[in-house]
């Protein structure tokens, strides 16, 4: 029993800790976030160049081959700069989806493009009525002849705007909410029939709505099978939900580190606030809070590492805690900043809206919470 | 980073289980339940674990522990709340027993070790006083010396189990000069010595467990002073941080969540399973969510341990959250026995009843008070963590 990490990973961490301090610091991050496309195509090919976009992928198409703790070092150390270019969109979801679910000839043409950075990629998912129902999907795709036809709408696509191709979960058969029925299909993003609105969230990231009129594809650009696209999107998800959670921590660790240093500064009735017990106490909840996400995390990666039979259960309740936990901890960076916690000015707000953006990707604690007691639970 | 057991660690798991189910057997168990014969069915199994060579898995193996690595220890503990066997009374095995090998002389070591791990002396904890709980420095109970005795004289309180000890080891204070915490010595007493009176105290659960200690002029022995005069505050210390990792109690809470969770299922509530209530759920998910993490932030703990590190803040922070999830599901249990939580243990049979578990819980929920009090508050727990670790 261990928790450590190898030196590949150590390596791994360090040289996305150091880009983070060197080259993102909150100024640079606030002037990318107002480009149009918020996030930086130079960054993007620095990310290519120092490895990182092969991490995840096998070694046969030139990827890296590491597994989910390599990732998660990476994620944390991305949530301690709220880096914005779209590693989750275009690595572990697009990518991520193709490595799982796509057929040989797309995995060639596509994964290398990806890890040398000449592909931007997304996962339209959501929909107007779908909230955290990954399953519930109306965008119908038909198959004629030898050709797919797409119509419906994709709402808040992360990295919509950018990316080049899509893959876009939509029903081939089957009720509105069904498991069975979705198929995964790759769409490039200047096909005849997609339109594409971009707007701003408030973690900086722009994303986009898209509709699909009529849009033409040939059979063979389905991710995956037929009507089976759920098996697919469904592991590729869990371990994005791991991602999102060391995201998360590294975030987490940011405020509780930042607002520890500011009472410890910041003099008030003559001494520095980090001297009164009620503000102390506080501090070592968020600590706490803190070290159960961390452990969670580990355990969730060690099950997802070791293929345990636990795992679909453990990321759920990772989830949980991240929200609550997460909620907890910036309420009290923002309190315990006083005035200057509900500036804009301040990197403390933005640290806040990156974490309230990852609670509601994939579902937030009280969706996780309920597939966890099904899981459970349930006779 | 893995947490995976390998083979001959579940080999091991498969021993350890396989000893259990054949030690622990049913006429144990009905005697560790029954209050009449209790401590000699607690020094029986006591006993059975010491002939296996398993009673101190904490302890260095030159002293009798038995050379465990993390896993196995996190093994034998699953292993053994799994089972539902309750922990070896800490205070000889846990506490004092890891001071005397630590901090006491070769003399000391042979005179007592052997009696802690055959369980042949029991043995209980005299800290707290009356004036001196939570800011425990500030205890009073004076030592003086004269010629080769030590004069003991003041109160002990809240000490578990005085009634059955056959020893007590006390911090006593020693020197009035400089810092609370100088000044303040350890001693091992006999409990037969003249001048020492046990006054039980019922606690919240009518049980009687506690006592309050009275020394007055009780001669004790030098040779029964531990390391040096007045500094007992570091030996107690450092048994203090072993007492907190232990305190969390992570297995054992599994243990009783399931048990829980098996209460509520037979439970009905307008002709359904408690256990299918929407609400229900959600209680019993926070905890079972919560003790996920916790246990793997102990097995963070052990594994720094196990690397040749000491158990420090960390473990107070093992403490809070350990206590607070035990406390946790006592109240959830309660919850779930509705009326019968008030039930007096012994009035009517379960039969007659028609239930069998609420007295139980009740007992166990209102000494669970207890938990977030005793081995320093939760709120000294907070304190240590904000200067130890926040430097604040």
């Known amino acids: 029993m261990n928790f450590e990490f190898t030196e590949e990973q150590g390596m791994l961490r360090d040289s996305v800790a150091r880009f ?320 200057m916690g509900i500036t804009d000015e301040l990197d403390i707000g933005h640290y806040a809206k990156r974490l309230m953006m990852i609670n509601t990707t994939f579902g937030n604690g009280d969706y996780h919470q309920a597939k966890f007691n099904e899981l459970r639970y349930s006779a | 980073m893995d947490t995976s057991f390998a083979p001959e660690d579940l080999a091991f798991r498969d021993e350890v289980r396989a000893f259990f189910a054949e030690a622990y057997d049913a006429d144990l168990q009905a005697r560790l339940n029954n209050l009449d014969t209790f401590k000699d069915a607690v020094i029986d199994w006591q006993k059975r674990l010491y002939k296996q060579g398993w009673i101190a898995p904490g302890w260095p193996k030159e002293y009798g522990g038995t050379g465990w690595n993390a896993t196995q220890k996190f093994i034998f503990e699953t292993e053994r709340s799994t089972a539902g066997i309750r922990d070896v009374i800490p205070f000889g095995l846990n506490m004092v027993g890891p001071v005397i090998y630590a901090f006491g002389n070769e003399e000391q070591k042979a005179r007592f070790l052997p009696g802690i791990l055959q369980s042949d002396d029991w043995w209980c904890q005299g800290y707290s006083e009356p004036g001196a709980g939570s800011d425990l420095a500030s205890l009073k109970t004076r030592a ?75 001669r004790v022995p030098v040779a029964n002073l531990i390391g040096e005069q007045d500094k007992g505050w570091t030996y107690a210390k450092a048994l203090l941080a072993h007492e907190r990792t232990a305190i969390a109690g992570v297995a054992d809470s599994k243990r009783s969540l399931a048990e829980t969770r098996a209460f509520a299922e037979r439970e009905v509530n307008g002709g359904k399973s408690l256990l299918s209530d929407p609400l229900f759920q959600k209680r019993l998910s926070d905890i079972e969510i919560e003790l996920m993490a916790l246990e793997f932030t102990e097995l963070r703990v052990l594994a720094t341990v196990a690397a040749g590190g000491a158990p420090g803040a960390e473990s107070s922070m093992l403490k809070i959250k350990g206590t607070e999830m035990q406390q946790a599901v006592q ?5 779930v026995a509705a009326y019968y939580q008030g039930v007096l243990p ?27 009090i005793y081995g320093g508050s939760n709120e000294v727990q907070k304190n240590i963590i904000a200067k130890a670790v926040l430097g604040l």
């Open chain 2, 331 to 335: 109240e959830l249990r309660m919850d």
């Open chain 2, 346 to 372: 012994n009035e009517l049979t379960a039969e007659q009843l028609g239930h069998d578990f609420g007295s139980q819980a009740r007992q166990t929920y209102m000494y669970g008070r207890a938990s977030t």
């Open chain 2, 144 to 218: 003086v010396r004269e010629g080769d005795e030590y004069v003991v004289t003041g109160a002990k309180i809240w000490t578990s189990y005085a009634q059955y000890a056959d020893w007590i080891f006390c911090l006593v204070r020693t020197s009035s000069e400089g810092k609370k915490q100088n000044g303040i010595s350890f001693l091992l007493i006999d409990m037969k010595s003249p001048g020492i009176k046990v006054n039980p105290i019922v606690s919240i659960d009518n049980h009687h467990s506690l006592n309050e200690v009275e020394f007055n002029e009780v």
């Open chain 1, 20 to 339: 983070v301090q060197d080259s993102y610091d909150f100024d640079t991050r606030c002037k990318i976030a107002a480009t149009d496309e918020a996030m930086s195509r130079e960054n993007w090919q620095t990310f290519a160049e120092l490895g990182w976009l092969s991490v995840p992928f096998a070694e046969s198409h030139g990827g890296f081959g590491g597994g989910p703790v390599d990732t998660m070092v990476m994620m944390e150390e991305f949530g301690k700069g709220i880096v914005l270019e779209p590693y989750l969109a275009t690595v572990l979801l697009f990518g991520g989806l193709l490595q799982r679910g796509g057929s040989v000839e797309q995995q060639a043409e596509i994964i290398p493009r990806i890890i040398e950075g000449g592909c931007q990629g997304a996962f339209a998912y959501l929909e107007r009525q779908s909230r955290h129902q990954l399953a519930d999907i109306k965008t119908t795709a038909t198959v004629e002849g030898d050709q797919l036809v797409l119509n419906g709408e994709k709402v808040v696509v992360f990295n919509g705007a950018s990316a080049d191709q899509l893959i876009v979960a939509a029903r081939s058969s089957g009720e509105q909410s069904d498991e069975a029925g979705i198929t995964l299909v790759l769409v490039p993003a200047d096909a005849a029939g997609v339109e594409r609105t971009a707007y701003r969230l408030m973690d900086g990231q722009v994303v986009a709505n898209i509709t699909f009129s009529n849009v033409q594809v040939p059979v063979a650009d389905i991710v995956g099978e037929l009507d089976n696209g759920y098996a697919v999107m469904s592991p590729v998800i869990t371990q994005a939900n791991v991602a999102l959670a060391a995201e998360a921590l590294g975030i987490m660790g940011q405020l509780n580190a930042k607002t520890l240093e500011y009472t410890k500064t910041r003099k008030q009735f003559d001494v520095a606030i980090g001297s009164f017990q009620a503000l102390q106490h506080r501090m070592v909840d968020t600590f706490m809070a803190y070290e159960q996400v961390k452990s969670l995390l580990y355990r969730a990666v060690c099950e997802l590492d070791g293929a345990g039979d636990d795992v679909t259960a453990c990321v759920h309740a990772l989830q949980v805690l991240v929200d609550r936990n997460g909620r907890k901890i910036f309420g009290e960076a923002i309190q315990l900043h006083g005035g």
